[in-house]
C-alpha cells in the first residue's frame, strides 16, 4: 500500500494559520474516520497531536485541528509558534493495517 | 507514568536475524494493542506490525510479511518484533506504540531501537 501524499514543506510566520493536507484514496483516508496525526521533533518519538481525524489528545494544544473531506485530511496549525517547527505525519487505519503520509516538514519563519 | 522502553537493537549481517523488546509499565497492558513502527534513517514513518491485545490476532506490512513475527507476553508486560532474513532496507529505528483507549491511534511510543543490517 502506498503512503499518504503530504507537501514535503510548509512554513508560516508567528501567528499564521497553516494548513497540512494528506491525500490518500477511498480505501485509506476517505473509507475511514481513523485518521491521525503526529509531530516529531529531530531525534524524538513522534507524538500524536490529533486522532479520529478532529479529535485532540489530552494536553495537547487548541491550536492543532483536524479535518477530512472525501479521501483527502487535513491539519490545520493556528497562531503559529516557533515550537510548532517540526516534522507531521498523518495516518490512516484501514481495519488491518496503518498507511502512514510523507511527512511535511513545518518551518516557522 | 505510562511508558514504553525499546530494546534489542544492534548490528546484524544481511541474512541475520534479531529480537525486539519493548517493556510496558503505567497501564494495564494486556488492555491494549500494541504496533511496531519504523523509520529509516533520514525518512519517514513506516508500520511494520500490529498484535491485538490478547495476541490472538497479528499483522504485518507486506514488506516484513513472512519475515518478521510479532509477539506478546502480557504476564511479563512486554512485546516483541522477532527479526529474520534481515536485509539492508531494514536499517532504521524501531519504535513501539500503544494505541488509544477504544481506537486504532498510537498515543504512547517507546523512545526507539536501532537495527542496522550490514556487512
Known amino acids: 500500500q502506498s503512503a499518504l501524499t503530504q507537501p514535503a514543506s510548509v512554513s508560516g510566520s508567528p501567528g499564521q494559520s497553516i494548513t497540512i493536507s494528506c491525500t490518500g484514496t477511498s480505501i485509506d483516508v476517505g473509507g475511514y474516520n481513523y485518521v491521525s496525526w503526529y509531530q516529531q521533533y529531530p531525534g524524538k518519538a513522534p507524538k500524536l497531536v490529533i486522532y479520529d481525524v478532529s479529535n485532540r489528545p489530552s494536553g495537547v494544544s487548541n491550536r492543532f485541528s483536524g479535518s477530512k473531506s472525501g479521501n483527502t485530511a487535513s491539519l490545520t496549525i493556528s497562531g503559529l509558534q516557533a515550537e510548532d517547527e517540526a516534522d507531521y505525519y498523518c495516518c490512516s487505519y484501514t481495519g488491518s493495517r496503518y498507511v502512514f503520509g510523507t511527512g511535511t516538514k513545518v518551518t516557522v519563519l | 507514568e505510562v511508558q514504553l522502553l525499546d530494546s534489542g537493537g544492534g548490528l546484524v549481517q544481511p541474512g541475520g536475524s534479531l529480537r525486539l523488546s519493548c517493556a510496558a509499565s503505567g497501564f494495564t497492558f494486556s488492555s491494549y494493542a500494541m504496533n511496531w513502527v519504523r523509520q529509516a534513517p533520514g525518512k519517514g514513518l513506516e508500520w511494520v506490525s500490529a498484535?491485538?491485545?490478547?495476541?490472538?490476532?497479528?499483522y504485518y506490512a507486506d514488506s516484513v510479511k513472512g519475515r518478521f513475527t510479532i509477539s506478546r507476553d502480557n504476564s511479563k508486560n512486554t512485546l516483541y518484533l522477532q527479526m529474520n532474513s534481515l536485509r539492508a532496507e531494514d536499517t532504521a529505528l524501531y519504535y513501539c506504540?500503544?494505541?488509544?483507549?477504544?481506537?486504532?491511534?498510537?498515543?504512547?511510543w517507546g523512545q526507539g531501537t536501532m537495527v542496522t543490517v550490514s556487512s
Open positions: 506504540a500503544k494505541v488509544v483507549r477504544g481506537g486504532p491511534s498510537l498515543d504512547i
Open positions: 498484535i491485538r491485545n490478547s495476541g490472538g490476532s497479528t
